[in-house]
Protein backbone atom coordinates (compact mmCIF):
# COMPACT_ATOMS: atom_id res chain seq x y z
CA UNK A 1 0.00 0.00 0.00
CA UNK A 2 1.43 3.61 -0.90
CA UNK A 3 1.94 5.50 2.01
CA UNK A 4 1.43 8.65 0.24
CA UNK A 5 -2.10 8.02 -0.30
CA UNK A 6 -4.59 10.83 1.34
CA UNK A 7 -8.15 11.25 1.78
CA UNK A 8 -8.34 14.06 -0.91
CA UNK A 9 -6.45 11.93 -2.91
CA UNK A 10 -9.31 8.93 -2.49
CA UNK A 11 -11.83 11.09 -2.71
CA UNK A 12 -10.48 11.58 -5.99
CA UNK A 13 -10.46 8.49 -7.08
CA UNK A 14 -13.92 7.67 -5.81
CA UNK A 15 -15.78 10.60 -7.11
CA UNK A 16 -14.36 9.82 -10.84
CA UNK A 17 -15.23 5.83 -10.78
CA UNK A 18 -18.48 6.61 -8.85
CA UNK A 19 -19.90 9.68 -10.15
CA UNK A 20 -23.21 9.14 -9.29
CA UNK A 21 -23.14 7.20 -5.82
CA UNK A 22 -23.51 8.21 -2.52
CA UNK A 23 -19.88 8.64 -0.52
CA UNK A 24 -19.03 9.58 3.09
CA UNK A 25 -15.65 10.08 4.42
CA UNK A 26 -14.00 9.76 7.51
CA UNK A 27 -10.69 9.85 8.91
CA UNK A 28 -9.31 8.16 11.64
CA UNK A 29 -5.81 8.23 12.62
CA UNK A 30 -3.63 6.75 9.48
CA UNK A 31 -6.88 4.83 8.20
CA UNK A 32 -9.49 6.56 5.68
CA UNK A 33 -13.28 5.06 6.35
CA UNK A 34 -15.62 4.88 3.07
CA UNK A 35 -19.19 4.63 3.29
CA UNK A 36 -21.01 4.35 -0.22
CA UNK A 37 -23.95 3.07 -2.21
CA UNK A 38 -24.96 3.18 -4.97
CA UNK A 39 -28.58 4.25 -3.87
CA UNK A 40 -30.01 0.66 -4.92
CA UNK A 41 -29.26 -2.25 -2.85
CA UNK A 42 -25.31 -2.62 -2.96
CA UNK A 43 -23.21 -0.81 0.16
CA UNK A 44 -19.44 -0.81 0.65
CA UNK A 45 -17.59 -0.04 3.62
CA UNK A 46 -13.70 0.21 2.91
CA UNK A 47 -10.85 1.23 5.50
CA UNK A 48 -7.98 2.52 3.47
CA UNK A 49 -4.58 1.73 5.85
CA UNK A 50 -0.85 2.85 4.86
CA UNK A 51 1.06 -0.35 5.24
CA UNK A 52 -1.60 -2.69 5.66
CA UNK A 53 -3.74 -2.12 2.30
CA UNK A 54 -7.79 -2.21 2.57
CA UNK A 55 -10.52 -3.80 3.89
CA UNK A 56 -14.18 -4.10 2.05
CA UNK A 57 -17.17 -4.78 3.44
CA UNK A 58 -20.14 -5.64 1.53
CA UNK A 59 -23.98 -5.68 1.97
CA UNK A 60 -27.06 -5.99 0.51
CA UNK A 61 -30.35 -4.91 0.88
CA UNK A 62 -33.01 -6.87 -0.97
CA UNK A 63 -36.61 -6.55 -0.38
CA UNK A 64 -35.91 -4.08 2.84
CA UNK A 65 -34.12 -7.32 4.00
CA UNK A 66 -29.91 -6.59 5.39
CA UNK A 67 -28.01 -9.10 4.55
CA UNK A 68 -24.24 -9.05 6.22
CA UNK A 69 -21.58 -9.95 3.44
CA UNK A 70 -17.90 -11.37 4.17
CA UNK A 71 -15.10 -9.06 4.63
CA UNK A 72 -12.39 -9.29 2.24
CA UNK A 73 -8.70 -7.73 2.03
CA UNK A 74 -6.56 -6.04 -0.74
CA UNK A 75 -3.36 -4.74 -0.80
CA UNK A 76 -4.62 -1.54 -2.92
CA UNK A 77 -7.27 0.68 -3.36
CA UNK A 78 -7.56 -0.21 -7.01
CA UNK A 79 -7.70 -3.82 -6.52
CA UNK A 80 -10.38 -3.06 -4.09
CA UNK A 81 -12.53 -1.33 -6.64
CA UNK A 82 -12.35 -3.99 -9.09
CA UNK A 83 -13.34 -6.28 -6.94
CA UNK A 84 -16.31 -4.54 -6.11
CA UNK A 85 -17.10 -3.02 -9.78
CA UNK A 86 -16.90 -7.26 -10.49
CA UNK A 87 -19.99 -8.03 -7.66
CA UNK A 88 -21.71 -4.79 -8.35
CA UNK A 89 -25.35 -5.53 -9.79
Not at 31 to 46: C, H, L, T
Amino acid sequence: MDDSMEIDEIKGILTRRYPHWNLYFDKYGVAVWISMNDGKSNYFEIQVTPKNGVGMSTRKEIDGLDFGGHDEAFNSLYEALDYMDNIVD
